[in-house]
């Protein structure tokens, strides 16, 4: 954190402590977090990442936009907006870079979770937040990312950095090459599903370290990360879950090779959308969830897979060969769902005729 912005902070929202106090927080990709504390109050600031989120105002605009048709009372959970400042916006902009405020919510936050009732538990708040916008027109919601969860696009931006990679092409990162190339047959039915599914208000970052839990995990006090609350398919939501929930090891383990199913986890995942979803989508829709575990797990491979080729120049890196790692994991994970086709069928119909 860059000398003076912490004064600068403490007048931009009028904070009067004595003492501030600030340290690295959380485990996201993309925006740098930290904690502050400032005499009782705590917060989250965020130094935001305008490389990403090209347009902050649409950002501001679409959570405008839900909250005119939403009521807090209507989910057993916060939605934590950014804090004002003193002029009233948003986002403050402290010697070049652009900041924002949250208020600290108490509890905590997992990379990985430890059983199914919790996997349960997180699925049916992701579901809810659909549910309650589910009325809600999503096309007039503008793109914070445009083409974000969009996999063709994602794939010509992979075809083009591997016309003009930054790195070596080592024998790992051919065989990764090819590895993802051959799973265009997913493309295919992304292509399919985009005719016939209706885009609906999705969080689209629904891995599991964005919610805020309470101390004993047994409920969900927070759903955050609301950037990226865009117009999309409910399968990504659902997906993104069993990527970061159903799986033995999280994204950044380097023990791919032990990468399994956790069909508990995932048992548990399904079901958290069918009690909340079930009766009120399409039966597409519903069919379409487990198509959303690969398809996600395939995106993000892909998108890691593209980053390591283009220099990593957009996830933040703990090492040079970071990324290339997150996608043999993701590789492995893909790998192992397409492997649990058969055993998910079973248990989708054995939900269908729980809640018929
Ligand atoms: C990023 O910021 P964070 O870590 O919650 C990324 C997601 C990826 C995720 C992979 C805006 O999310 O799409 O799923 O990393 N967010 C953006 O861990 O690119
Ligand atoms: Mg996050």
């Known amino acids: 954190m860059k000398e003076g912005i912490l004064d600068a902070l403490k007048a931009a929202y009028r904070l009067n402590a004595e003492n501030l106090s600030i340290e690295r927080f959380g485990s996201g990709h993309i925006h740098k977090t930290y904690r502050v504390l400032a005499g009782q109050n705590s917060y989250i600031l965020q130094e935001f990442?305008?490389?990403?989120?090209?347009?902050?105002?649409?950002?501001?605009?679409?959570?405008?936009?839900?909250?005119?048709?939403?009521?807090?009372?209507?989910?057993?959970?916060?939605?934590?907006?950014?804090?004002?400042?003193?002029?009233?916006?948003?986002?403050?902009?402290?010697?070049?870079?652009l900041y924002r405020l949250f208020p600290f919510i108490k509890g905590v936050t997992r990379d990985a979770i430890a059983e199914a009732g919790q996997a349960n538990r997180a699925a049916e708040a992701f579901a809810r937040f659909v549910l309650?916008?589910?009325?809600?027109?999503?096309?007039?919601?503008?793109?914070t990312i445009i083409d974000f969860h969009n996999l063709?696009?994602?794939?010509?931006?992979?075809?083009?950095?591997?016309?003009?990679?930054?790195?070596?092409?080592?024998?790992?990162?051919?065989?990764?090459?090819?590895?993802?190339?051959?799973?265009?047959?997913?493309?295919?039915?992304?292509?399919?599903?985009?005719?016939?599914?209706?885009?609906?208000?999705?969080?689209?970052?629904?891995?599991?370290?964005?919610?805020?839990?309470?101390?004993?995990?047994?409920?969900?006090?927070?759903?955050?990360?609301?950037?990226?609350?865009?117009?999309?398919?409910?399968?990504y939501d659902f997906g993104d879950l069993v990527r970061t929930v159903a799986c033995t090891h999280d994204e950044s383990s380097l023990d791919w090779d032990s990468i399994q199913v956790?069909?508990?986890?995932?048992?548990?995942?399904?079901?958290?959308?069918?009690?909340?979803?079930?009766?009120?989508?399409?039966?597409?829709?519903l069919a379409s969830l487990p198509y959303g575990g690969e398809m996600m797990t395939l995106i993000m491979g892909l998108r890691f897979l593209t980053d390591h080729l283009n220099g990593n120049v957009y996830y933040q890196v703990h090492y040079p060969l970071q990324n290339l790692h997150r996608a043999q994991n993701q590789a492995a994970l893909l790998d192992a769902l397409i492997g649990k086709r058969g055993e998910i069928q079973v248990l989708e119909s054995k939900l269908k005729q729980k809640i018929t």
């Open 152 to 235: 063709e696009k994602r794939f010509e931006q992979f075809d083009s950095a591997r016309r003009t990679p930054q790195v070596r092409l080592d024998r790992t990162t051919k065989k990764m090459i090819s590895v993802y190339d051959s799973r265009r047959d997913l493309l295919e039915k992304y292509l399919n599903y985009k005719k016939e599914l209706p885009l609906r208000v999705t969080h689209n970052d629904t891995k599991i370290n964005n919610l805020i839990f309470s101390e004993n995990m047994d409920r969900v006090n927070a759903l955050i990360d609301l950037d990226t609350i865009m117009a999309g398919f409910v399968f």
């Open 49 to 97: 990442n305008d490389q990403v989120f090209r347009f902050p105002e649409r950002i501001s605009g679409n959570h405008q936009l839900l909250m005119d048709h939403f009521d807090p009372e209507d989910l057993p959970f916060a939605l934590p907006l950014p804090v004002a400042n003193r002029d009233g916006a948003f986002f403050t902009r402290l010697d070049g870079g």
């Open 262 to 285: 956790d069909m508990d986890k995932y048992s548990g995942l399904l079901e958290g959308f069918y009690t909340v979803l079930g009766g009120q989508m399409h039966a597409r829709e």
């Open 132 to 143: 309650v916008f589910l009325q809600a027109d999503a096309e007039r919601l503008q793109d």
